[in-house]
């Protein structure tokens, strides 16, 4: 690289000291050392994550450095959301091709914003020359016993979802293609494209749940996919009330009622919490929802039988769920 790797983190990775000083002052060491050195508060529990993203298999070849680098640290700070954790710091692994400054520039702004947005420091990393790729290592905290976990439902429970899951899977089917959505505004365009880019991981909603939701998981891989785990882990089967499920104008506007309700199910990379509550604290979710702005939509509930049923006003309906996989190419599943 023309571009010498501590060059490359001094320009790029550390914004000023006084910035990384008033969001957190539990880094006695960050960046620069041979390791960081981090101090979480006495009595927390650590809570780790990593996920890697490749170009080709988790992200679009020629994707906006900014959105590659929000959907890298996203999909960990959702990860650390679903444990009900508050995210403290995160490191960062970035195989680079070359030392394109643009590039480097480009992506360091989306990282470090969204890592702004959530009071979260990057502490440490890693840089090396091959194939674009970016992992990332997030790091929370949380009390003792009280993460939220997939396995903890129990049949009865309600099962509700956050957000508007399937937007960026419609997202990534205009980016993907050119002749798709032709008839879409330029506003409902950006909408989806923008929840393709730039999801929005749960990180408030994760925490108000702690205490109260009896499972929870992220949506990666499609909310029928997650939600029909969350509920295996648990031990229970699963109905979702399809009339229920959260409706965007954007994605009926894109795929029509029955196709925005089959990406809803079955689109991925949404950074939304899926979770159960207990029938009975339904109301106590309410009120603590009131200081999370977050949309939260009751879709179901956990049965005793196995199995994912959906229902249609109470009408049982078959519906193709499998989560479908935009990357696929033989030799890799493109999930994470
Ligand atoms: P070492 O040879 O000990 O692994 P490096 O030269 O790889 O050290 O890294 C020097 C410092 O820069 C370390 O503190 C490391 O955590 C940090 N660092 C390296 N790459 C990154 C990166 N991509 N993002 C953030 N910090 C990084
Ligand atoms: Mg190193």
């Known amino acids: 690289m023309s571009l010498g790797e501590f060059e490359l983190i001094e320009q790029y990775f550390r914004r000023p000291a006084e910035v990384r000083r008033a969001a957190r002052g539990d880094v006695p060491l960050g960046i620069g050392d041979d390791a960081a050195v981090l101090a979480p508060p006495p009595g927390r529990h650590l809570v780790a994550a990593l996920d890697t993203l490749v170009e080709g298999h988790h992200f679009v070849p020629g994707s906006p450095p900014e959105s590659i680098a929000h959907r890298a640290l996203a999909v960990n700070l959702s990860d650390l959301a679903a444990m009900g954790a508050e995210p403290a710091w995160f490191l960062l692994s970035l195989t680079l091709p070359r030392a394109d400054e643009t590039f480097l520039e480009r992506f360091a702004r989306g990282l470090l914003d969204l890592a702004e947005t959530h009071q979260v420091a990057l502490v440490g990393g890693d840089t090396t020359a091959g194939p674009l790729a970016i992992?990332?290592?997030?790091?929370?905290?949380?009390?003792?016993?009280?993460?939220?976990?997939?396995?903890?439902?129990?049949?009865?429970?309600?099962?509700?979802?956050?957000?508007?899951?399937?937007?960026?899977?419609?997202?990534?089917?205009?980016?993907?293609?050119?002749?798709?959505?032709?008839?879409?505004?330029?506003?409902?365009?950006?909408?989806?494209?923008?929840?393709?880019?730039?999801?929005?991981?749960?990180?408030?909603?994760?925490?108000?749940?702690?205490?109260?939701?009896?499972?929870?998981?992220?949506?990666?891989d499609g909310l029928a996919d997650d939600a029909g785990r969350l509920a295996r882990f648990s031990g229970c089967g699963l109905r979702i009330d399809v009339e229920r499920l959260p409706h965007s104008a954007e994605l009926v506007a894109l795929a029509g009622e029955a196709g925005a309700?089959?990406?809803?199910?079955?689109?991925?990379?949404?950074?939304?919490?899926?979770?159960?509550?207990?029938?009975?604290?339904?109301?106590?979710?309410?009120?603590?929802?009131?200081?999370?702005?977050?949309?939260?939509?009751?879709?179901?509930?956990?049965?005793?039988?196995?199995?994912?049923q959906l229902h249609d006003h109470g009408v049982p309906v078959q519906i193709d769920t499998a989560g479908y996989d935009h990357f696929a190419r033989p030799g890799s599943s493109g999930k994470t």
Do not use: M, W, Y
């Open 261 to 308: 309700r089959r990406l809803v199910l079955t689109g991925g990379e949404d950074c939304e919490l899926c979770f159960t509550v207990p029938r009975e604290r339904a109301a106590e979710l309410a009120a603590r929802l009131d200081n999370v702005k977050c949309q939260v939509t009751c879709i179901g509930e956990l049965t005793g039988e196995g199995g994912l």
């Open 135 to 220: 992992a990332v290592q997030a790091l929370g905290t949380i009390a003792p016993d009280v993460a939220l976990t997939r396995s903890g439902g129990r049949a009865g429970d309600l099962v509700f979802v956050s957000g508007t899951p399937g937007e960026s899977a419609g997202g990534l089917r205009l980016v993907l293609d050119a002749d798709a959505g032709a008839h879409l505004d330029a506003g409902q365009r950006r909408r989806l494209i923008d929840r393709f880019h730039f999801p929005t991981p749960r990180v408030a909603l994760g925490q108000a749940l702690v205490g109260i939701a009896s499972a929870c998981v992220d949506v990666s």
